[in-house]
């Protein structure tokens, strides 16, 4: 039997989130916080954040983009790219999306606060951005839906994300790492461009074709 990864992904998420959530000293235990990764050697910590998150809707969000984008784009590796630039095994690609999206999320939180003691973030909105853009390389002409609402092309969506994710860091206001979801969108990016060497002619034809008809 093949265990599916993004189903693992998910209920290992859920699961971990919801107990997290009624064990403070357990969601302490699992959030990203660099200076104790760097001095402490925490490494799990890496990882572990994506498994938590700050409440049901944080959460919510997370799992149903994941699930949205995540499973037809798990399909399509699964099925294997036709000229892939990197050779990667088909059933394991997309849990490689997912990890490398969560680790190199994790970049921008350590260059810029391990001597911060008090930085602490958590969920796996930047794995989810990793997702999304690959996504995005592979379907660009998908229709999306901007707030659940507005009709977008994906590709236009796709440029919409760096622009307001990159601006919103740049403000460096509120709580939501931004920072975060611009590597965790870029590392799905470079994923898209190394599993498939045809993804730039095809992403241009397909946009071409949709402005030209």
Request: aromatic share 14%; glycine share 8%; no cysteine.
């Amino acid at each position: 039997m093949i265990l599916d990864p993004l189903l693992i992904v998910l209920a290992a998420t859920a699961l971990i989130s919801w107990q997290a959530n009624q064990r403070p000293q357990l969601k302490e235990a699992l959030l990203y916080q660099p200076y104790r990764v760097l001095h402490h050697h925490e490494w799990y910590r890496l990882v572990s954040h994506s498994l938590v998150h700050g409440d049901s809707m944080h959460l919510f969000i997370n799992l149903f983009v994941l699930w949205q984008f995540g499973a037809p784009l798990q399909i399509l590796l699964n099925n294997g790219i036709a000229e892939p630039l990197i050779p990667l095994p088909g059933m394991y690609s997309f849990s490689m999306l997912y990890l490398g999206g969560v680790l190199f999320a994790a970049i921008p939180g350590m260059i810029r606060h391990s001597e911060n003691p008090n930085y602490r973030s958590l969920g796996a909105s930047g794995a989810v951005s990793a997702v999304l853009i690959a996504y995005i390389l592979n379907f660009p002409t998908a229709q999306l839906l901007l707030f659940f609402v507005i009709p977008l092309p994906a590709f236009l969506a796709g440029a919409l994300f760096f622009i307001y994710e990159r601006q919103m860091d740049r403000r460096g206001q509120g709580r939501i790492a931004h920072d975060a979801h611009l590597w965790g969108g870029l590392f799905g990016l470079i994923f898209a461009l190394a599993s498939d060497n045809q993804i730039i002619g095809n992403f241009i034809s397909a946009v071409s074709n949709y402005f030209t008809g």
